[in-house]
């Protein structure tokens, strides 16, 4: 049976620039061309044919939400190795104004009865999944089995069992799958990987994340348990977690939090947690404080304290605008489009059958942590992360 037919909530959720600007890669220098955040190293023969012939590899988004119609279909008229070759939807209105304005051929449209027979269409090579947390690992599993290369939102799954299903899944199918990490291509998140991993002003101490909003209710799947699998800290958390993971290169080794206060415990809030404060600890004693929230306007922030100075991002995790400095000046960095990156990327990896920077492995892993900080919170008490997925963006490692 489709879930979407499970549950009223799942019913009513189904009712600038090109990428030739130049920019700064974490351990290479500045390079021209339309593929710039790729070492030259990485332009293998594929993909150099590919650019030089003009084939896109084709790209069906499934689920046509603010993400899909605000970021993603925009980024797909920017990349230069993947383009916008399908929709799956299940509001024809929705269905009819994207045909007009990206020109889909009608056999390129798909709703959620109909999702399957993309298997039989060569126009898409990659089904991009942007359906609540919920439903992604029934929609990444049915991706494999059409044997088609997969990107699935963040974050992965709500459960680790979740995620090893879609993992064993895509590892059948032999085709690559990937999660929608976008910050890791961001050059401002890239220096602050360069600068953390490598140690450029000393080793770090400690590090501050912030990452959150006052929630209205548009979107009603984020606060439903079952869609969503929690509140803000798998929506907006995880960008903390992740972006201390890789700015400190290294994995916690146990982790602490608390609930933050509920406003509304029987009305918005009645489901998930408001907000969440959490603690992670590594092997050599430095410390990660994070937060999160549905209930307030936080800090866009991302800041490490060091042996010899600082650096930080503020703001640190949107879709454009971040800024970064140190303590020896600003990161003076461009701004880029950040999904067009993150899909051409993987596009890349496709061609020239490469591992993808950001794996089912890496999502599965982010999944564990935020698990541990979860019971961390309801049991009062250290939680230890010594057993999670091993998986880290090293620089140097590319």
């Known amino acids: 049976m489709n879930r979407f037919d499970s549950s009223t909530s799942r019913r ?3 009712r600038q620039l090109s990428l030739g600007l130049s920019a ?4 290479t220098s500045a390079l021209g061309g339309p593929l710039a955040w790729l070492p030259e190293s990485s332009y293998g023969p594929a993909t150099l044919d590919a650019l030089q012939s003009g084939r896109q590899l084709g790209v069906a988004l499934v689920g046509l939400g603010k993400y899909s119609t605000g970021q993603l279909a925009p980024a797909l008229q920017q990349t230069k190795l993947c383009k916008l070759a399908g929709i799956v939807t299940g509001t024809p209105e929705k269905a009819a104004k994207w045909k007009q304005q990206y ?3 009608n056999q390129n449209i798909y709703d959620y009865t109909t999702f399957d027979r993309i298997a039989d269409n060569p126009a898409i090579d990659i089904i991009y999944i942007v359906l609540p947390v919920g439903l992604h690992a029934e929609y990444v599993e049915r991706a494999a089995r059409m044997g088609k290369h997969v990107i699935c939102e963040k974050p992965m799954a709500p459960t680790t069992a979740d995620c090893r299903r879609m993992i064993s899944a895509m590892q059948k199918s032999g085709k690559k799958f990937s999660i929608g990490y976008r910050l890791h291509f961001e050059p401002h998140h890239q220096e602050m990987m360069r600068l953390g991993q490598q140690k450029i002003l000393g080793p770090i101490k400690s590090l501050v994340a912030d990452n959150g909003f006052r929630f209205n209710n548009d979107t ?3 606060v439903d348990k079952e869609l969503s699998g929690g509140g803000p800290l798998m929506d907006m958390g995880i960008y903390c977690l992740q972006g201390v993971v890789y700015t400190k290169g290294e994995l916690p080794v146990s982790v602490t939090a608390k609930l933050a206060p509920n406003p509304d415990p029987k009305g918005l809030f009645r489901e998930v947690e408001a907000g969440m404060n959490w603690q992670m600890q590594f092997a050599d004693g430095s410390v990660a404080d994070c937060r999160t929230s549905y209930a307030e306007n936080l800090n866009s922030r991302l800041r490490a304290e060091t042996a010899k100075g ?3 991002l503020q703001p640190a995790f949107g879709y454009g605008g971040i800024a970064g400095r140190t303590s020896q000046g600003p990161m003076n960095l461009q701004n880029v489009p950040q999904q067009a990156r993150q899909m051409d990327d993987f596009a ?13 492995e890496m999502g599965l892993r982010d999944v564990q942590l935020l698990q541990a900080i979860y019971r961390a919170a309801e049991t009062g008490q250290q939680v230890s992360t010594k057993d999670i997925v ?3 963006d090293k620089v140097g490692s590319r």
């Open 220 to 222: 009603p799947w984020r």
């Open 24 to 27: 700064t890669l974490v351990g």
């Open 348 to 360: 890349d990896c496709i061609l020239n059958d490469k591992p993808t920077r950001v794996p089912g």
């Open 390 to 392: 091993s998986v880290l």
């Open 310 to 312: 600082w650096m930080e």
């Open 12 to 14: 009513e959720f189904m």
């Open 103 to 105: 020109r889909l051929p």
